[in-house]
């Protein structure tokens, strides 16, 4: 017992330093962006700001495209991670409970497609989107984000319908439920746990992608934020405007994380268990 307290107790510890070493960074670029700009430039610093001020967030809403960007940003990442966890919601299902011909294989090459690097894939998208028009538009940035991640969400959404009892299912078609509606009405609410991984995992990615950004969004007005902050860095900000850019920009996933914690511990853990 004792060995098992101390064991417990040691981990806890680790945890806690973890968890300092990756907060204070955090704590200190917003208690910054909290500072007068005057104050953010003072020499040595100080880790709270003497007077409390909004006047670093008014400076990036109010000037600069960061507006634009950050819109683009919203609407690029919730397009992708709609279609994306539908497009995986019917795909898992489809691979856990729908057998078929050339199952294995095809699920292999989904997989195969995880190790073919980004950049092979570029110059290929990028001549597709410029000769059918979506070059440079939300929908041409949404599109390649739903199919980089897709591979990914439908191991999710596979082992989260694996790990529901096959009665379940049975009961429902004998209830009269086609293949649809037990997947709409039964299997979908009862694999809510991957469903939400699915969203917070795609959310996570699509918002922060950089490179598939950087190639098919050359027009500024069509930049999400990843690549807008690489221009904004050109103004003339001083430290406190550029860290409440920094808060502004990692704000949502954070957000997306702590609301849906609890669900994505349980999708991770279905997922090692059925996997």
């Known amino acids: 017992m004792r060995g098992t307290r101390a064991s417990r107790v040691t981990t806890q510890l680790v945890l806690l330093l973890l968890a300092i070493v990756f907060l204070v960074p955090l704590a200190y670029i917003f208690f910054s962006s909290l500072k007068s700009p005057e104050e ?10 003497r007077q ?6 008014a400076n990036v809403l109010n000037g600069g ?5 950050f819109w683009n940003s919203i609407v690029i990442t919730v397009g992708g991670v709609l279609l994306t966890t539908a497009a995986a919601a019917m795909a ?9 011909r050339g199952q294995g294989l095809l699920l292999t090459l989904i997989l195969l497609t995880m190790t073919i690097p980004l950049v092979i894939f570029l110059v290929p998208m990028f001549l597709m989107e410029d ?27 596979r082992a989260a319908f694996l790990a529901i009892p096959k009665e379940i299912e049975e009961s429902a078609t004998m209830d009269g439920a086609g293949i649809f509606r037990t997947w709409l009405t039964v299997m979908l609410p009862m694999a809510r746990n991957g469903v939400v991984l699915c969203l917070v995992v795609t959310t996570y990615q699509t918002w922060g992608e950089y490179t598939l ?9 069509a930049m999400p934020l990843t690549v807008g902050l690489t221009l904004l860095k050109g103004e003339v900000w001083d430290f406190g405007t550029l860290s409440a ?13 702590i609301i849906f914690q609890k669900h994505i511990v349980a999708g991770v853990a279905q997922g090692a268990i059925k996997g």
């Open 92 to 100: 898992g299902y489809g691979f856990a409970r729908l057998p078929f």
């Open 52 to 57: 409390w001020s909004l006047e670093n967030y």
């Open 65 to 69: 495209q960061f507006g634009a960007y």
């Open 40 to 49: 953010a430039l003072q020499i040595p610093q100080t880790f709270l700001p």
């Open 245 to 257: 850019v920094i808060v502004l920009a990692i704000l949502p996933p954070i957000i997306a994380f």
């Open 213 to 221: 950004a950087k190639t098919l969004a050359i027009d500024p007005p």
């Open 131 to 157: 000769n059918t028009g979506l070059l440079n538009t939300q929908l041409g940035l949404i599109l390649p984000n739903v199919a980089l991640h897709l591979p990914l969400t439908i191991l999710i959404m």
